[in-house]
């Protein structure tokens, strides 16, 4: 089977500097991929490219599905006069003026992209009125609307509880289940490591990729993040 998005040899250059470099990697229908590294490494600048919202200076991404992308929550304007249904419906229109210009379909998608993240009774809710977990969700469904096969999460969990980490685990674990790739950036390193079906490991270039229990060697961690042999780090992977 085709992989949903093949990346090979991909470099990204910004300011004149390289910020990636030989970057290579599959997605396959299903799979949950924790994007992991270190501060700077270079995950949203990955994000961006595989997106198509900056160029790459080398290699070549190959796209064969449609992708649904999910910025960090702090790029959004909580504060616009909006409701949640609008947000949603963004992602066919550009402009909140073009709203009457929908369809019913269209209208039909918004509705049931709200209902898949649990949002579906508050659909006419100002986007001021929610919390931090019922913001991560909305963007999930102005991702899902489109019914993208691939999905991209740029630090889905920032700024949220315990609880709200927890359910959004289960919905992206359930989308998956259902064959959407995901490829979710974090610094939730032992929520990666449970919940993933593999890991990206990145520093500017990948370090390792593959399912948890194959990225297992201490050392690969203590370089990557640089971080000692007895750091919290690892006792929190059970690797110390």
Request: proline share 5%.
């Given at each position: 089977m085709t992989p949903l998005l093949q990346v090979a040899d991909v470099s990204v250059r910004l300011g004149g500097r390289n910020v990636l470099t030989g970057i290579s990697f599959d997605v396959e229908a299903g799979q949950l991929i924790g994007l992991i590294g270190p501060n700077g490494a270079g995950k949203t600048t990955l994000m961006r490219a595989i997106n198509g919202l900056?160029?790459?200076?080398n290699g070549t991404i190959t796209r064969n599905a449609k992708i649904g992308y999910v910025p960090q929550s702090r790029q959004i304007e909580w504060d616009y006069p909006m409701s949640l249904e609008q947000l949603v419906a963004t992602s066919f229109i550009p402009h909140r003026r073009w709203f009457s210009r929908l369809g019913k379909?269209?209208?039909?998608?918004?509705?049931?992209a709200l209902d898949t993240v649990g949002l579906a009774d508050y659909s006419e809710r100002a986007l001021a009125e929610l919390s931090g977990g019922q913001k991560q969700r909305l963007l999930v469904a102005r991702a899902l609307v489109t019914e993208p096969s691939l999905l991209l999460l740029d630090e889905p969990f920032t700024g949220l509880d315990y609880p709200n980490q927890d359910s959004l685990t289960d919905l992206f674990t359930s989308l998956a289940n259902d064959g959407v790739g995901i490829i979710m950036s974090t610094h939730d390193l032992p929520g990666a490591v449970d919940t993933s079906s593999h890991l990206l490991m990145l520093n500017r270039?990948?370090?390792a990729f593959g399912p948890p229990a194959a990225l297992c060697d201490p050392q690969l961690w203590m370089d990557t993040?640089?971080?000692?042999?007895d750091s919290s780090l690892l006792k929190s992977l059970g690797l110390a």
């Open positions: 900056i160029p790459t200076f379909a269209e209208w039909q998608a918004v509705y049931r270039t990948v370090r993040y640089q971080v000692r042999a």
